[in-house]
Structure formats: structure tokens, C-alpha cells
């Protein structure tokens, strides 16, 4: 066997890899879009309004944030029955249709919250006109959950069955209608009563709505997706899936709370520090988590690959789908950490003046910020598709209680502990942030070197 022989499996893994997932790192993009959309919109209206909706937002993605962690159980299930059975029908149906159920089961509970947000804003001593005009958003908002997470459900389907261009294609035409929309319904045009604040909420709702019936459009138009009958004969639950649905997908919301509430937390210590932290630190977050859409894209890609594989029992085309996914991440992210260690100027310039004297101390500490966060873009890549990886093999629980014990137990004390007793203040709390990430990523390559190492390799 020639060199060449041995590495066409590997050639052929990173090019399905790459064309599988450049559409879902593009439709995380179209997603961040959306969200710019509506905070354009609220600082039209007045500072305050985009305050209010600062608050709600905090909120609601409590709910959001793990719906989609568990929402995501849908790639790896459909991918797994796919791979065990290439043309399998009624599983791939029965598993999508008890994901609709699913999203069900997490909207409820999460509008009986949300209905009573301003009893929550005031729990949290948020001021009060505050606290009122966030809950009038809230009332609205929260109805967009339940599609949302159909959403979710949806396009895990889609991209298992890797055809992911329908969902850029649906969250590309979202942009646009949300920030039309958005514009009609606030401001009052076209006839329309001006609903200020609330007009966000509706844009949001209606645009959420939107995505979920154009899914179904494309579901039941499209000759692959057609044949899988999603939307034929009765709708009727399957206990046993519903719970390997909420066993797999709970873990994964978990693990998605633990890594946004860390820097949730930063922040928090941040504006302890002082004005001028909070913003660099801020104007860093932003840029960092615009690098973070593709490995966020990529990882979804990996875990449809070695889903595939897995549902295969292929052992070797398990690691060779999950190495090749690393390498991928590992490549990309070094390159986009060596721009920002050697360009940190023209990235914050894009937020900051700094030639605005007033500026100046912001954009030097952003510029400082931007250093820690390009060594941890290797460690934050890594870690975004190893979870991937391993939820491709339908391995949730240990990568949940890593993440737990890296973002929480190391990450948020070592910021803490840097930022105040030793004086590094907001280094020392990017500085923690770093060091929690590479705890994770290292945690979850431990995790998929043994399943992927020896006899452990066997499906």
C-alpha cells in the first residue's frame, strides 16, 4: 500500500468534513446576524431600550441556550440511524417527530418562567421601570421558544441527512424579514401602530414562526426530505425515545449552561473591576465570539460524521471522523489566533476611535484582553469540536461533568483569584477564562483518545 492509499480515507474524511460544515459555520453567522438585527433596532428607540432589552435577553437565553443543548440530541440520533441503516425511514421519522415533542416539553416550563420575568427582575433588586419594561418585551419574546427550538430539532435533521445549504438558505432569508419586520412593527410604518420595545419581541416571534414554516416547506417540497413523511399520519409519542432524547440532550444543555454562565460570570467580575474593564472586556468578548463561529459549525459537522460511523459500528471511521475534525480545528484556529496576536489594532478599531484620547484606556486594555484571548482560540476550538466529537458517539454525561469541573471548579476561581488577591484584575480574569477552556479541551481529548484507544475502540 502506497502512502497515497493510506491517506485517501483520511483526504476523503476532511473534504466531506469541510463541505458539511462551511454552510452550518455560515448559518451561525446568519444567527449572530439576527441578534445584531434586534439590538440595532432597540438603540434606535433610547439607551433605556436597549437596557430593557439587555435584561430580558440576560434572561431568556437561560432558556435558550439549554433548549439548544438539548435540541442538539437530534444530529446524533438521526445520524446514528442513518449510518446503522442507510435508508432508514420510520426511525429517522420517529425520532424527529419525538424531537417536536421534546420541544414541547422544554417550552412549557420555560414560559411559566418567563410569563412572571418582572417578579424575577425584582428577586434580582433590577430597578423597577427597568424590570417592567424588560417583562412587557419578555411576554412577547417568550413565545418564539417553542419554533425556535423546533427549529433546532429540524435542522439537526437536515444536516444529518448532510444537506445543510436548506438551513443556511432559510437562516440567510431570516436576516433580512426579522430586520424589516423589526422596522415596520417599531417605528410604526406602513400603517402599522408604533409598538416601540415590544415591536423587537413581535419582529423575533413572527420571525422564529417564520423559519420553522419555511423548514416545513422545504421538508415537504424536497424529494429526499419528502420521503421521510415527517408530516403523515398520527403524531404519537415514543416513550423510549423520548427519554434517550432528554438522556442524551440534557447533559449537553448542561454542559452548553456551564460554559455560557462562566462568561456570564467574567463579566460580572469585570464591571467589579470598573467601567473601563467591562468594556474592553466587552469589545474582546465580541470579537472572540465571532473567531468562536467556526469551530461552533465545525463541531456540528463532526458530530454528524462520526454519528454516521457510529451508527455503522466502524470503529476506525469513528476516530478517523473525530482526528480529522481536530486537525481541522487545530489548523484554522492557530491561524485565526496569529492574526489576532499580530493585528490586535484594526480588529477593536472596528468598535473603538483610537485616536479619541478618551478612548485611548479602553482600547489599550482591549488590546491587551485580545492577547490571552488569542492564546485560548486553540483551546476553545479544541473543545467545541471534541464535545462534538463525542456526542457524535453519543458520549454526553462525562464530557458534562469535565465541563462542570473546568469552567467552574478551575476557570471562574482562577480568575477570581488573579483578578483581586493578585492584582492582575481584568488580565487575571481572561488569564482564568484560558485556563478553564484548557482544562475542558484536554479533559475532552482524554475522553476520546480512550474511547478511541484499544479495546475501547469497539462500538
Known sequence: ??????????????????????????????????????????????????????????????????????????????????????????????????????????????????????????????????????????????????????????????????????????????????????????????????????????????????????????LVADRRFRRYRLFSGPWLPDRRRFAEFFRLGVPIGLMVAFETTIFNAAAFLAGLIGTTTLAAHAITLQIASAAFMFPLGLSQAVTVRVGL???????????????????IVVCVMAAIASVMALAPTPLIGAFLDESDPAIAPTFALARSFLMFAAIFQLVDGTQAVTAGMLRGRHDTRIPMFIAAIGYWGVGLPTSILLAFPFGLAGRGIWIGLATGLTVVAVGLVWRWAVLTSGARRMV
Open 309 to 327: 460511523a457510529y451508527g455503522r459500528r466502524d470503529a476506525d471511521g469513528i476516530a478517523r471522523s473525530g482526528w480529522t475534525g481536530l486537525a
Open 1 to 218: 500500500m502506497t502512502p497515497d492509499d493510506r491517506l485517501s480515507p483520511w483526504r476523503a474524511e476532511a473534504a466531506a468534513t469541510l463541505l458539511l460544515a462551511w454552510p452550518m459555520v455560515l448559518g451561525q453567522i446568519a444567527q449572530m446576524a439576527l441578534n445584531l438585527t434586534d439590538v440595532l433596532i432597540l438603540s434606535r428607540i433610547s439607551p433605556e431600550a436597549v437596557a430593557a432589552g439587555a435584561l430580558t435577553v440576560n434572561l431568556f437565553n437561560v432558556f435558550m441556550l439549554f433548549g439548544i443543548g438539548v435540541m442538539s440530541a437530534t444530529m446524533p440520533m438521526v445520524a446514528r440511524e442513518r449510518g446503522r441503516m442507510r435508508h432508514s425511514v420510520r426511525d429517522v421519522r420517529r425520532t424527529v417527530r419525538n424531537a417536536v415533542w421534546s420541544a414541547a416539553a422544554l417550552a412549557l416550563p420555560a414560559w411559566a418562567v418567563l410569563w412572571n420575568a418582572e417578579a424575577v427582575f425584582a428577586l434580582l433588586h433590577q430597578d423597577p421601570a427597568l424590570g417592567a419594561d424588560a417583562a412587557r418585551l419578555m411576554r412577547v419574546l417568550m413565545w418564539s421558544l417553542l419554533p425556535f427550538y423546533v427549529f433546532v430539532g429540524l435542522r439537526g435533521f437536515v444536516a444529518a441527512l448532510e444537506r445543510p445549504m436548506w438551513v443556511l438558505a432559510v437562516g440567510l432569508a431570516a436576516v433580512p424579514f426579522n430586520a424589516f419586520v423589526g422596522w415596520v412593527l417599531t417605528f410604526g410604518h406602513f400603517g402599522m401602530p408604533a409598538l416601540g420595545l415590544v415591536g423587537v419581541g413581535w419582529a423575533t416571534t413572527l420571525t422564529n414562526w417564520g423559519t420553522v414554516a419555511a423548514m416545513a416547506i422545504v
